[in-house]
């Protein structure tokens, strides 16, 4: 066996953990998100069985990050 057919199967043999994404879905600056979000990505990165990783849609340039009324605001 050379070399790289070593390597090649060493990486098939390896295991990976799965990677988690913890979205934060709200943009509004006076959101509540952020808290339960930290205490949550705390948690997860004390495990050992998986990768996480913290997603703030604040973070990325989408068209309705400024919206101005809640869903609530809709209905009232």
Not at 36 to 57: G, N
Not at 66 to 74: G, I, K, L, P, Y
């Amino acid at each position: 066996m050379i070399a790289s057919e070593y390597f090649i199967k060493a990486e098939m043999t390896m295991t990976t953990l799965p990677k988690i994404a913890l979205i934060i879905g709200s943009t509004r600056a006076e959101r509540f998100a952020d808290l339960p979000a930290q205490w949550m990505l705390a948690q997860a990165q004390a495990r050992t069985d998986m990768t996480v990783e913290l997603v703030d849609l604040r973070d990325y340039d989408l068209p309705f990050f400024n919206e101005m009324a809640s869903n609530v605001d809709a209905f009232g």
